[in-house]
């Protein structure tokens, strides 16, 4: 398809567990940024890739939290031993430069619920 | 650090009617700001953007302007049909060594026929 996909759509996990969420961007797009949406907080910023640049992880809560993004497309955010706080929509946005912000492109997300 | 406050929701207006959803900010320098909005079930969308002071964001009949003075980005639509249901969402990109896209908490529009 032309946008970002996102899978999974949906994701329950017990605590304790490990999770993968996959993100990929529109081609082409070499901006990549994860976002995490919880309920009544808004958009909290979590990492950015840039073409071959160092990562900006200035906003993953923990060390429990990790992104790649291989080959400059596909982006894995990684959260590892679970906790219940975690829950919440992982929104994953791209975009290009365009000698500024340009817009930001977002995937429909996906929603973790921790039990 | 960059912030953005938006009025508290829902807000249920009646079709036609003036639709004002209150934003404002705090940011280094001279950012560029955004409103984006979520539709149900789909992803956040960008609505309209201003880059520089006074000047006026405008896409299907929503309009902000940019307000240094007040430091504030408001949106306004003159009348709201039921499709514009949603929820909206201020941003501010302040560039400064950062690529961070700062958003406020949302506020949800309820259009009712």
């Known amino acids: 398809g032309a946008g970002v996909s996102q899978s999974p759509s949906n994701k329950v996990t017990e605590k304790g567990k490990d999770v993968e969420l996959r993100c990929d961007p529109i081609s082409g797009h070499t901006a990549l940024y994860w976002y995490r949406q919880s309920l009544g907080q808004g958009l909290e910023f979590l990492i950015y890739?840039?073409?071959?640049?160092?990562?900006?992880k200035s906003g993953l809560p923990s060390d429990r939290f990790s992104a790649e993004r291989t080959g400059g497309s596909v982006s894995t955010l990684t959260i590892q031993r679970t906790q219940q706080e975690d829950s919440a929509v992982y929104l994953c946005?791209?975009?290009?430069?365009?000698?500024?912000?340009?817009?930001?492109?977002f995937g429909e997300g996906s929603r973790l619920t921790v039990l | 650090g960059n912030s953005v406050t938006q009025m508290e929701g829902p807000v249920t207006l009646s079709e036609e009617a003036f639709l004002t959803i209150n934003c404002t900010y705090t940011a280094t320098g001279y950012p560029s700001l955004f409103w984006y909005v979520q539709y149900p079930g789909e992803g956040l969308q960008l609505l309209l953007k201003a880059t520089k002071a006074d000047d006026k964001g405008s896409n299907k009949g929503f309009e902000a302007t940019y307000r240094k003075e007040t430091t504030s980005f408001h949106l306004e639509k003159g009348s709201v049909q039921v499709s514009d249901s949603a929820v909206y969402f201020c941003?501010?990109?302040?560039?400064?060594?950062?690529?961070?896209?700062?958003f406020g908490k949302g506020t949800k529009l309820s259009v009712i026929p």
């Open positions: 941003a501010l990109y302040s560039g400064a060594g950062s690529y961070q896209l700062t």
């Open positions: 946005a791209s975009h290009t430069w365009t000698g500024g912000m340009g817009e930001l492109f």
């Open positions: 890739f840039q073409g071959n640049s160092a990562p900006d």
